[in-house]
């Protein structure tokens, strides 16, 4: 064996640049289908806690993050949704992964809600995220029609506990699941809209909607 | 803790062109997917502050290894058997395989050293427990690999 020359003084910064070079980096496309074929493979081997994917809608970017249970979160791009995946992350388990599969069907309702044609979500719903009295007001709001609002009086004695009127109120703000678990149809006794995780414009746009039958007359978020 | 997705997406590049160097750009596919399926299982319980980038490296090399003994396993004419870490043959390559046949020219400890310390950036110290040689043994093995490379390729450090 020849031993190569020592003359030359190590530079590991032109060295790894030159290694850099000569090797390529990979493209974008293939990375993309061995992400896809990863979370499918995890899938299969029950590795996939979290599912996620986003969607354009008249609210913005949504983000909607599924277990094996059925649909964890849906969050809108002013919680951020890098922060709302390192949440699930904390909360749930590590082992979130982009993946379209578990959640396509959800993206489709959304879809035809926004275009008027859906009033009723069919999707599992998975409440780990809210306990006790939270969960009893997000049980109570899966029964809250299309079209219909209720006030958050109305919603903590339905939820079975009169009293808890400003929980009833916690509990729609922090709703993990908008839009499907319908927070929106909640609103104050005197009218006025209440808090809402998507912003008071979300909620404005949401219940123009559902007043019009599906038909607003300007879709968007409007003013 | 980071879900998992982010760490796909900040060192899948570097995995699969660890994957590449080490098994050519077939192999390499099923390599980063083994690869990272092993590391989202055992993701939950990797410790806090641990190197993410080494401890995926170290996966990717303990599946090459598997990847290639599975190979070798499988009757090939003796005159055929590769020599060099990668069973590379010689003849028509696809076009992005230049690393292939650059590294895969060199003596596997020497390519392995290039390969983790060069392209995957880990400190020697990592790259000597892969290899399992010593330090000094390792940057020995990178810093002839790397002359080796500018020989063929006829680059200098500028």
Redesign the interface.
């Given at each position: 064996m020849n031993?190569?020359?020592?003359g030359?003084p190590?530079?590991?910064r032109?060295?790894?640049q030159?290694?850099?070079d000569?090797?390529?980096?990979?493209d974008d496309a293939?990375?993309a289908r061995?992400?896809a074929?990863?979370a499918e493979?995890?899938d299969t081997?029950d590795?996939l806690d979290?599912a996620?994917r986003t969607m354009d809608s008249p609210v913005g970017p949504l983000l909607l993050a599924a277990t094996p249970t059925g649909l964890v979160r849906v969050a809108f791009e002013c919680e951020n949704h890098?922060e709302v995946?390192?949440e699930?992350?904390?909360a749930i388990?590590?082992?979130?992964?982009?993946s379209s599969r578990r959640v396509d069907d959800v993206a489709r309702q959304i879809d035809e809600y926004f275009a008027g044609g859906r009033r009723l979500f069919e999707v599992p719903v998975d409440l780990q995220l809210s306990k006790g009295f939270r969960r009893a007001v997000l049980t109570h709001l899966l029964e809250i029609p299309y079209g219909v609002t209720e006030s958050y009086t109305a919603v903590a004695r339905s939820a079975g506990n009169p009293k808890a009127v400003r929980a009833a109120g916690s509990a729609c703000a922090t709703n993990p699941i908008p839009l499907v678990v319908p927070c929106h149809r909640v609103v104050r006794t005197d009218g006025t809209y209440g808090q809402y995780r998507g912003g008071p414009a979300a909620k404005h746009m949401l219940l123009t909607l559902e007043a019009s039958g599906g038909h607003p007359r300007t879709p968007g978020l409007g003013r | 803790?980071?879900?998992?997705?982010?760490i796909?997406v900040e060192h899948?590049?570097v995995v699969?062109?660890v994957c590449?160097?080490l098994l050519g750009p077939v192999e390499a596919?099923d390599a980063?997917?083994e690869t990272?399926?092993a590391a989202?299982?055992a993701?939950?319980d990797l410790r806090p502050g641990s190197n993410v980038r080494g401890w995926l490296v170290t996966i990717a090399h303990n599946k090459a290894i598997d990847q290639i003994r599975a190979r070798l396993r499988v009757p090939v004419p003796a005159g055929e058997l590769p020599e060099r870490l990668s069973g590379g043959e010689p003849g028509p390559e696809p076009a992005?395989s230049?690393?292939q046949s650059?590294?895969g020219a060199l003596p596997p400890k020497q390519r392995g050293a290039?390969v983790y310390r060069?392209?995957a950036?880990l400190p020697y110290a990592e790259v000597a427990a892969l290899l399992e040689c010593s330090q000094a043994a390792a940057r020995r093995s990178a810093?002839?690999g790397?002359?080796?490379?500018?020989?063929h390729?006829g680059?200098?450090?500028?």
């Open positions: 031993s190569p020359p020592r030359t190590p530079n590991p032109a060295d790894r030159f290694v850099d000569l090797t390529g980096a990979v293939a990375l061995l992400r074929r990863l493979q995890a081997d590795l979290v996620y890098d995946l390192v699930l992350s904390t388990s590590p082992r979130v992964l982009r | 803790m980071q879900p998992f997705d982010a796909v899948g590049q699969m062109r590449r160097a596919d980063w997917s990272f399926l989202l299982r993701y939950p992005d230049e690393l650059a590294l290039v060069y392209l950036d810093a002839d790397i002359a080796r490379l500018r020989r390729y680059k200098e450090p500028s």
